[in-house]
């Protein structure tokens, strides 16, 4: 579907200059949100997302198309003076910019926090870099994988004994695009109180570390640095995955109530008086040797006879599903959280949801991510540009005009 946003950031203009996930995580999320996006593509050949040519629908990026639902596309070329003087008419007229670009980058550009907001004091400038804008590492650029490993994420993750494994999702990516999210909303509520915009600093880094809290506590308070666990929480147990009888169940007994039932409901109800898991201190030091008796247990039946008789028990459980199985998940389906969108080259393709709900200012995804520069003449035409006016500047190549 396609049309007017309608959720809680509408008439807010965002200007992202962003690309591969990061950036375009928080400009899609600001997007869902109801904000209009203007996806600021560079030339020559734009996003570098476009060229992860596999998987494609019909040429189009998948990964590209995923990341920027909902935003309207311009391609400018910003080392053009044409470009540039494009970006600045933009900027006198957005409430928000962010970028992920190095440090420094845009200010060689003449395109930093301090020149434009000095075209616009109300201006919410959002930066996301690897490392953050200080510090002795803020010159770096930074990637997922290199994030996850400086920020801790990797020693934590993975089996026990193990070599060092990332998590499957580009975690630190994602998070510090809701971060950079929710501090350009929140940057954004200060400018509605005083007329005035800020900066606002995030990094791969510290998205990472932010993903640390419970081990991070650990270590604080004893000054061991907790190793990988596999799927076993860090304070709780019996709270991981268990093998059945034709796979595996994630069981949560991260209470004392729960643990209980859990022993009667495998028929091992002598394991609640039992001096090794007569209580979560207790479990969490015995918590291989419980894993591998309730193991026992859980094997004699399948996961699915296993879940009915966890739900019925009122014990938190569920199954270990594949991308597809959730995809096809009825909950999933119920929460809106699979959508079908349109797309002019592609065709009908689906996109992930909206995962927060508003009730009274809902948002939503209603449009499919931009061929490139599809929207530049659109654009330049809303901010005075006459079509002779955009016609040269396509000419001198400092725009792309897109089918």
Known sequence: MSGPMNGPLTGVTVLELAQIMAG??????LADLGADVIKVEKLPGGDDTRRYAEPSVNGESAAFMMMNRNKRGIAVDLKSEGGRRVLERLVQRADVLAEN???GALDRLGLGYEALSALNPALVYCSITGYGRTGPAADKGGFDLIAQGVSGLMSITGEPGRPPVKVGSPVTDLNAGI????GIVSAYVHRLKTGRGQFVDTSLMEAGIHQTAWQAAIFFATGVSPGPGGSAHVLAAPYQAFPTADGWINIG?????NWERIARLVGAPELISDARFVDNSARMANRDALAQLLA????ERPTHEWLLALDAAGIPAGPIQSIAEMAADPQTL???MVVELDHPVAGRTKALGLPVKFSA????????APTFGQHTGEVLHEHGY???EIAALAAAGAVHLGR
């Open 24 to 29: 375009p995580s928080c400009g899609a999320l």
């Open 296 to 299: 026992e247990h859980l094997r």
């Open 179 to 182: 971060l950079a999210a929710l």
């Open 101 to 103: 670009y190095r440090r």
């Open 386 to 388: 006459t079509d002779s």
């Open 361 to 368: 200012t809902p948002g939503g995804i209603r449009r499919p």
């Open 253 to 257: 007994g991260a209470n004392q109530g």
């Open 334 to 336: 119920a929460r809106e």
